[in-house]
Antibody, heavy 125, light 107 residues
Framework: EVQLLESGGGLVQPGGSLRLSCAASGFTFYSNGMGWVRQAPGKGLEWVSSIIPSGGHADYADSVKGRFTVSRDNSKNTLYLQMNSLRAEDTAVYYC??????????????????WGQGSLVTVSS | DIQMTQSPSSLSASVGDRVTITCRAS??????LNWYQHKPGKAPNLLIFAASTLQSGVPSRFSGSGSGTDFTLTISSLHPEDFATYYCQQSYIFPLTFGGGTTVVIK
């Protein structure tokens, strides 16, 4: 059974830092891309970042580029999100998600097929 | 960035109703379109990927269609557990983008 367990959320002051972790189990972690998606209070889902299986490349939303860094430790089956220079607008529940790929008709289709329960990050003074 | 626009933003329906949610992309995305269901306090749940492929374990009353810029999610007969918020998401190009969501509430 696939399980994704986020940790590390909490209350932080504006300008502060926080690191989220996502412990994965039930699948071959090093074979899958992973991602972070957040949901601000009363808002919809917003993609934050994605990282390839090796960890050698990552993509970011413009809203977090230069402040957030995604990484992974395949020996520990763990995904991380280092969040620096936090702002009030970063307040959200952060979900980690497993990315799956399907090859069909000479194209790859990517989607998030399993998600964690989320970790709340509150940025406030 | 590709903008994803869902309509309606909310709808009220009864158990047994047929429900259709639409999603429009600001530029063509072929069939790189996924649908998720999200309930408060729960992890989002993948329903459909590649516009029309049903994820394993998802009931067959859910279906997706469309290509290019216009897509639909249809629930053929609403069940009590289907009251939730539904999101489309394009996987054509980074940055990945979600629609604003459609909340299905009980009439």
């Amino acid at each position: 059974e696939v399980q994704l367990l986020e940790s590390g959320g909490g209350l932080v002051q504006p300008g502060g830092s926080l690191r989220l972790s996502c412990a994965a189990s039930g699948f071959t972690f090093y074979s899958n891309g992973m991602g972070w998606v957040r949901q601000a209070p009363g808002k919809g889902l917003e993609w934050v970042s994605s990282i390839i299986p090796s960890g050698g490349h990552a993509d970011y939303a413009d809203s977090v580029k230069g402040r957030f860094t995604v990484s992974r430790d395949n020996s520990k089956n763990t995904l991380y999100l280092q969040m620096n220079s936090l702002r009030a607008e970063d307040t959200a529940v952060y979900y980690c998600a497993k990315r799956e790929a399907l090859y069909d008709s000479s194209a790859y289709y990517y989607f998030f097929d399993f998600w964690g329960q989320g970790s709340l990050v509150t940025v406030s003074s | 960035d590709i903008q994803m626009t869902q309509s309606p933003s909310s709808l009220s329906a009864s158990v047994g109703d047929r429900v259709t949610i639409t999603c429009r992309a600001s530029q063509t995305i072929s069939n790189y379109l996924n649908w998720y269901q999200h309930k408060p306090g729960k992890a989002p749940n993948l329903l459909i990927f590649a516009a029309s492929t049903l994820q394993s374990g998802v009931p067959s009353r859910f279906s997706g269609s469309g290509s290019g810029t216009d897509f639909t999610l249809t629930i053929s007969s609403l069940h009590p557990e289907d009251f939730a918020t539904y999101y489309c998401q394009q996987s054509y190009i980074f940055p990945l983008t979600f629609g604003g969501g459609t909340t299905v509430v009980i009439k």
